[in-house]
């Protein structure tokens, strides 16, 4: 199904090591508008996709995610390579060293453990790619933010990749809910389903018995 290059999808490579701003950025790899909950996501709703061109877009996105997933933690990985206690200390990266050494693990900036509870897949398409919709813009939001702190133009130039390739993703999860849309053949059909909210209609005498 998949054609794995053994190669980056965007180069990295950063030769200064900096375990606090390794900290932040980690939260792209498992946080709460993370890359791994993008791809799970993407991955998870294909499969209720109800067309061709909306299951196609959801398997794109979440394959490129993963391979984000993989960027993000290489640029966490450069980050906190060959490190000395004494960096390690006064970096504030002692608590996470304690726990995982130099491994990438999936948490968000605030410490907080990935979790699968932070995404849906429900199965309803207008409330999936919705979801998907905001998920991006988080994602460019958070990228925003990382891009505000970064002075390194080694880290920089791979987040601006990441942040670039999710205004696209918004992009395309836009074209895919245009065609479930049309496919519904009525723009305002989760305002009004007929099947749900059309007024009961009975006859006279089926209408008294209800009363």
């Known amino acids: 199904m998949w054609n794995y290059e053994k190669r980056l999808q965007y180069p990295v490579k950063i030769k ?13 790899y498992g946080g709460p508008d993370g890359e791994i909950g993008a791809s799970l996501r993407y991955l998870s709703q294909r499969f209720s996709a109800p067309n061709r061109i909306t299951a196609a877009v959801l398997n794109d996105v979440g394959t490129e995610e993963l391979a984000h997933m993989e960027m993000v933690g290489t640029i966490v990985h450069q980050l906190t390579r060959n490190l000395t206690p004494e960096e390690i200390e006064k970096s ?3 608590p996470y060293y304690t726990d995982h050494t130099v491994g990438v693990w999936p948490q968000a900036a ?30 460019r939001k958070t990228y925003d933010n ?6 390194d133009p080694e880290v920089a130039d791979p987040i601006r990749f990441l942040r670039a390739r999710e205004i696209v993703h918004f992009q395309r999860f ?16 989760y305002a ?5 909210d059309a007024p009961v209609t009975c006859e ?3 209408c008294e018995n209800a009363k």
Do not use: W, Y
């Open 146 to 151: 990382l891009l505000r702190l970064i002075k």
């Open 110 to 139: 605030g410490d907080v453990p990935f979790s699968s509870t932070e995404f849906q897949s429900s199965g309803d398409p207008i409330t999936d790619l919705f979801e998907n919709l905001a998920a991006e813009q988080k994602a």
């Open 16 to 28: 200064t090591p900096n375990p606090k701003l390794a900290q932040i950025i980690m939260s792209q």
């Open 204 to 206: 006279p005498e089926s």
């Open 174 to 189: 836009g074209e895919a809910l245009r065609s479930v849309q049309e496919q519904l053949d009525a723009r305002n059909f």
């Open 192 to 196: 009004f389903n007929p099947s749900f």
């Open 92 to 94: 504030g990266f002692a």
